[in-house]
């Protein structure tokens, strides 16, 4: 079965040119709750929306109420549109009736199941795929790149009035991360703040809210330096912003993971950024990007011996009753003791 992508799908609204069923799936929340919202608004027409458009939470809804649902005939539209949010598919492929409900959808319906947060693998039954085959096609949406977040907020700063340089485009994606819903938000909140013109890393540091991952690399980039008042306070602030202990050595891990990667594609001859042909790095290439410009400086034994201190932190936090803000302090101390991995 195929699997379309955006663009298809763009294309489906466009020329409302819809398949009876779709199941919209992937690793980007926001493409598929944007979607998942276009489709059903577009799906009904005139003047009984509320009659022909009908949204259930997939773990609420029976097989009958549901097949009772997609039977009723429209009204004052030509179609009508169901939308289900994490109906477990996957649970019901195996199911001969769903199966056969599946099958057997009347032409005047749009069966949406948007996969918010259960899982979707169109592999995994092959019964259950033959079946949304029948009527229907399944849409993966999936983290944009780098370079499509780049032209993505360039393209709404310029909406909004604003320019924002491919310079200060890869700072704000540095600041605040590449998850889409959080990066728009915040793009949203500096074209209001900047009132129009080109948008610097003045005004971006002004207004939009450092990602943990952002504040945990400078946490980093502090202990490189040496600079463990700069460390501390960090990691102070991101403990009064409630972020769970565990969430936070999982970012400084990956920020050291980052830089052996980097350091190890540096040693070999080859570029930092090489490391994303072997890593899933999709949308989050400037990651390796800041490594390189560290690890260039750094000894990959420290960086490894600096693993190993962020491993044993994290021993402690399973394994014992200390206080977690106590715990990662003497990380830090620990790595700042060996240099950073300087």
């Not at 069966?111 to 096609?137: I, V, Y």
Request: hydrophobic share 45%; proline share 2%; with cysteine.
């Amino acid at each position: 079965m195929a699997v379309i992508n955006e663009a298809e799908l763009k294309r489906h609204i466009k020329e409302k040119a819809f398949a009876r069923l779709y199941v919209i799936y992937g690793d980007e929340s926001y493409l598929k709750q944007h979607y998942a919202v276009q489709l059903g608004e577009q799906a009904v027409s005139g003047g009984f929306r509320d009659f022909n458009f009908h949204r259930f939470e997939g773990k609420d809804v029976t097989l009958e109420e549901l097949a009772r649902t997609v039977e009723t005939l429209p009204l004052g539209s030509e179609r009508s549109c169901v939308l289900l949010r994490d109906y477990p598919l996957e649970g019901s492929g195996g199911e001969t009736e769903f199966l056969r409900f599946l099958r057997e959808l009347p032409a005047h319906v749009v069966l949406l199941f948007w996969m918010d947060t259960a899982d979707f693998r169109p592999k995994s039954n092959k019964a259950l795929l033959e079946a949304l085959q029948t009527h229907g096609q399944l849409v993966q949406l999936s983290r944009p790149d780098q370079a499509q977040l780049l032209r993505l907020v360039q393209a709404g700063a310029k909406r909004r009035g604003c320019t924002l340089a491919r310079a200060e485009a890869e700072y704000l994606l540095e600041t605040v991360g590449g998850e889409l819903n959080n990066l728009l938000n915040e793009l949203e909140k500096l074209c209001a703040y900047a009132g129009g013109g080109a948008l610097g890393r003045d005004q971006i540091d002004a207004v939009c809210v450092k990602s943990v991952e952002a504040k945990s690399f400078d946490m980093v980039k502090a202990v490189a330096a040496g600079d463990g008042t700069r460390a501390l306070l960090l990691l102070d602030e991101l403990f009064r912003q409630k972020i769970a202990p565990q969430m936070l050595l999982g970012s400084l891990v990956a920020n050291y993971v980052d830089l052996f990667r980097a350091g190890a594609m540096l040693g070999s001859g080859r570029r930092a950024d090489d490391a994303a042909q072997l890593f899933d790095y999709k949308g989050k290439a400037f990651r390796l990007s800041n490594a390189a410009r560290m690890a260039s400086r750094m000894k990959l034994s420290r960086v490894c011996g600096s693993l190993a201190i962020l491993d044993a932190a994290d021993r402690r936090l399973k394994s014992t009753g200390l206080e977690p803000k106590l715990v990662m302090e003497q990380c830090l101390f620990s790595l700042l003791g060996q240099g950073g991995g300087a």
